[in-house]
């Protein structure tokens, strides 16, 4: 039994290729590459989902490993390893953007603790919205759905050279602007609330001078954003369905080429 290097090479990156763009997917993508999952685990899980999608993989390209071509093929896959992770950390990172403008409405913004998703300081606000978000998600198996686009990415885009090309990509970036869009829409209630509290204690400061507006209003204004959160918490759940069902939409169309 004669085994050559390319045999040896084309079992190898059987392997490899599928491992990088899975790894960069799960070290990317909210709930798997949170920094409170050890990053063994996530390189076990990495492994372990590898071990079962290489070999349904149709077809992997017979290049040497440390090649020009070997070496674009292993960028391409951690690329969009990392775009498909962005994709779906788009809809946490606007929950945390919108609990922070409601936590600084609220004159809370130095109320914060680390984040366990991104691993930075964020308002308790945010991370009530970010727990939300966590039990939401992996109550709609978006954890399961992230596994089988992974799977199937592999057919609709294939293990080449070729990679991602520039129209997709620029859906990728058009797509961070859901950061923003989606932040506001959930602290808009939050600033019209506030907004109308705070102009209600300007009228009452002109029509009473002798009211001390410091020692009355953050109280009010804290107890009246914590009534605000308990009243649209619930308006957060088919929001947060909507930008889990967009995203994987988004997905599907990213990993088929044309």
Do not use: C, K
Not at 6 to 33: C, E, Q, T
């Amino acid at each position: 039994m004669n085994i050559s290097a390319a045999d040896i090479h084309h079992m190898v990156g059987a392997y490899l290729w599928p491992f990088l763009r899975i790894g960069a997917a799960i070290g990317v993508a909210p709930v798997f590459g949170a920094r409170t999952v050890p990053v063994r685990t996530r390189l076990a899980l990495a492994l372990v989902l590898t071990a079962v999608v290489a070999p349904l993989v149709p077809a992997t390209p017979a290049a040497e490993l440390l090649s020009a071509e070997g070496l674009l093929v292993a960028a391409h896959q951690i690329l969009i390893g990392l775009l498909m992770g962005f994709v779906l950390l788009v809809v946490f990172a606007a929950f945390v953007l919108g609990g922070q403008v409601v936590a600084m409405q609220m004159g809370l913004g130095f109320a914060s603790l680390v984040d366990p998703q991104n691993g930075v300081q964020t308002p308790m606000v945010s991370q009530l919205y970010v727990l939300l978000a966590t039990l939401v998600f992996l109550a709609l198996d978006g954890h399961l759905t992230l596994i089988q686009v992974l799977a199937e990415s592999f057919y609709t885009m294939p293990i080449d050279a070729a990679g991602v090309g520039t129209a997709g990509i620029w859906q990728v970036i058009l797509w961070g602007r859901e950061i923003f869009a989606g932040a506001v829409m959930i602290a808009l209630p939050a600033i019209i609330t506030l907004l109308l509290v705070n102009l209600s204690f300007g009228v009452l400061t002109r029509s009473a001078p002798q009211l001390n507006i410091f020692a009355v209003g953050f109280p009010v204004i804290i107890l009246s954003g914590y009534v605000v959160i308990m009243v649209t918490l619930w308006t957060a759940l088919p929001r947060l369905s909507d930008f889990v069902e967009r995203s994987v939409s988004l997905l599907t169309n990213l990993l088929i080429r044309g």
